[in-house]
């Protein structure tokens, strides 16, 4: 049973770009979330997927923005890039959105803007 | 607000030693609370989880009890191992309406030596 997947694993880019992350998640589950994790910091949440709608959102700008699929797969889209979204993006699913739920983390793609 | 306090790290322990690794908490409501371990470039992974008062997680020699009264949840583990070596964070969640808001501590970095 595959757990969540992410691609692609590195990333480099371009101030000014954009960029899209690819999460599969854990068979069964249908929850999304994505995180960003900056070198030696905890993850800050992003936003968070469920029946194809964005549920809940933390603090982030508009330039971040997501989708979810039929297949409950998830995209992570990041517009006109800065030098300070150089992070590691990780990708969480859960089956359900309860709060005994526990995530399952995928690891992650690291993304590097030059 | 909810939130999550951690003991700063680093922490160095030689192999075999005792680990306590300290986690309080504020929540309104009744959270679940969560230890994850992220190891060298990759994503994290649970590692336990307690649902109400009083429950113990435990894992790999990992042991976490969820404390009311205190209102913590400490990780401790017997006797580490140098592949113990990573990051720990402790994480509430919550039910907010239909949602769930997961809550993260900063992360504690764990080196055993041998």
């Known amino acids: 049973d595959a757990g969540v997947t992410q691609s692609p694993t590195h990333l480099i880019k371009t101030r000014g770009q954009q960029v899209t992350l690819r999460c599969s998640p854990k068979?069964?589950?249908?929850?999304v979330s994505w995180y960003q994790q900056a070198l030696g910091q905890g993850p800050q949440f992003i936003f968070q997927?469920?029946?194809?709608?964005?549920?809940q959102r933390g603090n982030f700008p508009d330039r971040f923005s997501g989708h979810q699929f039929p297949n409950y797969s998830s995209e992570l889209n990041v517009n006109a890039l800065l030098l300070g979204d150089s992070a590691l993006y990780l990708c969480?699913?859960?089956?359900?959105?309860?709060?005994?739920?526990?995530?399952?983390f995928g690891n992650g793609t690291r993304l590097t803007v030059t | 607000g909810d939130s999550v306090t951690q003991m700063e790290g680093p922490v160095t322990l030689s192999e075999e030693a005792f680990l306590t690794i300290n986690c309080t908490y504020t929540?309104?409501?009744?959270?679940?609370l969560f230890w994850y371990v992220q190891y060298p470039g990759e994503g994290l992974q649970l590692l336990l989880k307690?649902?109400?008062a009083d429950d113990k997680g435990s894992n790999k020699g990992f042991e976490a009890t969820y404390r009311k009264e205190t209102t913590s949840f400490h990780l401790e583990k017997g006797s580490v191992q140098v592949s113990d070596s990573a990051v720990y964070f402790c994480?509430?969640?919550?039910?907010?309406?239909?949602?769930?808001?997961?809550?993260w501590g900063l992360g504690t970095s764990l080196a055993v030596n041998p």
């Open positions: 969480a699913s859960s089956p359900g959105q309860g709060r005994n739920s526990p995530l399952h």
């Open positions: 068979s069964g589950h249908d929850t």
């Open positions: 997927y469920y029946e194809e709608e964005e549920r």
């Open positions: 929540a309104t409501g009744y959270p679940s």
């Open positions: 307690a649902t109400k």
């Open positions: 994480a509430l969640s919550v039910n907010a309406g239909n949602n769930r808001k997961l809550i």
